[in-house]
């Protein structure tokens, strides 16, 4: 990932998923991006989550990945934050 390799992906309080990331937000997700959150992210997501995770992941090299910038998908979001 730009900027340095993704941290963690961990469970909310609430049961939702979180990709913590280290590094600057990149303006697009190359393939490799994707490919390394992926394989971080199959390491607590089931099979559908991570499906759904991906289908989020291409609608955000589509439409750009910027703070603030929301998807859903099949009842599930996924929000770019940058702290």
């Given at each position: 990932?730009h900027?340095?390799?993704?941290?963690?992906?961990?469970?909310?309080?609430?049961?939702?998923?979180?990709?913590?990331?280290?590094?600057?937000?990149?303006?697009?997700?190359?393939?490799?991006?994707?490919?390394?959150?992926?394989?971080?992210?199959?390491?607590?997501?089931?099979?559908?989550?991570?499906?759904?995770?991906?289908?989020?992941?291409?609608?955000?090299?589509?439409?750009?990945?910027?703070?603030?910038?929301?998807?859903?998908?099949?009842?599930?979001?996924?929000?770019?934050?940058?702290?």
């Amino acid at each position: 990932m730009h900027g340095g390799p993704a941290t963690a992906v961990v469970r909310g309080p609430d049961g939702e998923s979180v990709v913590l990331l280290s590094g600057d937000l990149p303006e697009v997700l190359t393939d490799r991006a994707v490919r390394e959150l992926l394989d971080l992210a199959a390491a607590i997501l089931d099979t559908g989550e991570l499906a759904l995770f991906h289908t989020c992941l291409d609608a955000l090299r589509r439409n750009g990945m910027r703070a603030g910038r929301s998807i859903e998908i099949d009842g599930a979001v996924l929000t770019v934050y940058e702290g």
